[in-house]
């Protein structure tokens, strides 16, 4: 597949570029990206210049499409579809630096990115899953926002670098109203 560029009114969502690997590798410092994400712990400029090389080749096979969220031509985060399956489905992931945090960069990029998702003449997905580590009320948030269904709990689901966690599931249907749903784990 080749690589897709996505603008918003203030971002532009890209490729990395090598001129990046500098703030991928301060923004992947923060605690709560190397906690909450699947990021290397410790993270290393080795780590950010692999991810550089490394997205071109996951575009191509077409399973993992990632974005750097520019702003301004800042970097404020990433943003992207994972395990695509070519059956409609695929997972969305995403985070944002610390210094962005709160400035609404992420629902404005996710909007595009599940846009294009749910496209023909993009993704042609039926169903968006996202996935986080339970009690990662931020993405949770963002993702309600964004009219993510919470569908549950999955019991040592997530697998990464610290090993296994809990995780919330929500899903988003092409046909699904993307409005704000209850969340028990937010409400209670």
Known sequence: MQPVRLRTPRLALTLPEAGDVDALFEACQDADIQRLTPVPVPYRRSD???????????????????????????????????????????????????????GGQLREAARAVIDWGFDPEGLGLVRIEWRAVAGNVASARAARALGFRYEGLLRQALVGPRGRDDGWIAGLLATDERMPQPWPVLEA
């Open 48 to 102: 950010a210049e692999a991810f550089v090389a490394r997205v071109p080749q996951d575009w191509e096979s077409g399973i993992h499409l990632t974005w750097v969220i520019r702003e301004e031509d800042r970097l404020v985060g990433t943003i992207g579809f994972y395990r695509v399956d070519g059956k409609g489905a695929g997972e969305i992931g995403y985070w944002i630096a610390p210094d962005a945090r709160g």
